[in-house]
Antibody
């Protein structure tokens, strides 16, 4: 059974930093792209960042480029999101999502989602 | 970037009703479309991918169709557990992966 469990959310002041983690199990972690998707309170879904199975390729939404860094530790089946220079509009539930099997590197949907972790940016 | 729109933004329906939600992409996405269901306080759940392929375990009352830029999600007979918000997502031209704004289905 695939499981994705996020952690690391919390309250942080504007300009601060936070590191999210996602512990994965139930599949061959290194074989799949992984993603972070966020949802602001009462709003829709926004893709944030993706990383290839090897970790060698990363992608970011324009809204977080230069501030967030995605990484993965395939030896520990763990995904991370380092968030710096946080702003109020980064307040959201952050979901970890597994990419579906795909023959095209970035052409996949989100097969499984974690339960999410809430990040609140406020003074 | 490909923009996604959905209509309606919300609808009220009764148990047993047939419900149709439309998703439109700003350019051709060649059936690279997924549908998700989200209930309050829960993570999204994959329902369909490749526009019409039902994810394992999803009831057959859910179906998808469409081509080019226009796609639909149909619930043939709405059940109490189907009251939720539904999102479409294109994965043809990525990144960025883009979602529709959602359609909330509530009880009439």
């Amino acid at each position: 059974e695939v499981q994705l469990v996020e952690s690391g959310g919390g309250l942080v002041q504007p300009g601060g930093s936070l590191r999210l983690s996602c512990a994965a199990s139930g599949f061959t972690f290194s074989s799949y792209a992984m993603n972070w998707v966020r949802q602001a309170p009462g709003k829709g879904l926004e893709w944030v960042s993706a990383i290839s199975g090897s970790g060698g390729t990363t992608y970011y939404a324009d809204s977080v480029k230069g501030r967030f860094t995605i990484s993965r530790d395939n030896s520990k089946n763990t995904l991370h999101l380092q968030m710096n220079s946080l702003r109020a509009d980064d307040t959201a539930v952050y979901y970890c999502a597994k990419g579906s099997p795909s023959t095209v590197t970035t052409r996949y949907y989100f097969e499984y989602w974690g339960q999410g972790t809430l990040v609140t940016v406020s003074s | 970037d490909i923009q996604m729109t959905q209509s309606p933004s919300s609808l009220s329906a009764s148990v047993g009703d047939r419900v149709t939600i439309t998703c439109r992409a700003s350019q051709v996405i060649s059936n690279s479309l997924a549908w998700y269901q989200q209930k309050p306080g829960k993570a999204p759940k994959l329902l369909l991918y490749a526009a019409s392929r039902l994810e394992s375990g999803v009831p057959s009352r859910f179906s998808g169709s469409g081509s080019g830029t226009d796609y639909t999600l149909t619930i043939s007979s709405l059940q109490p557990e189907d009251f939720a918000t539904y999102f479409c997502q294109q994965y043809y031209s990525t990144p960025p992966f883009t979602f529709g704004p959602g359609t909330k289905v509530d009880i009439k």
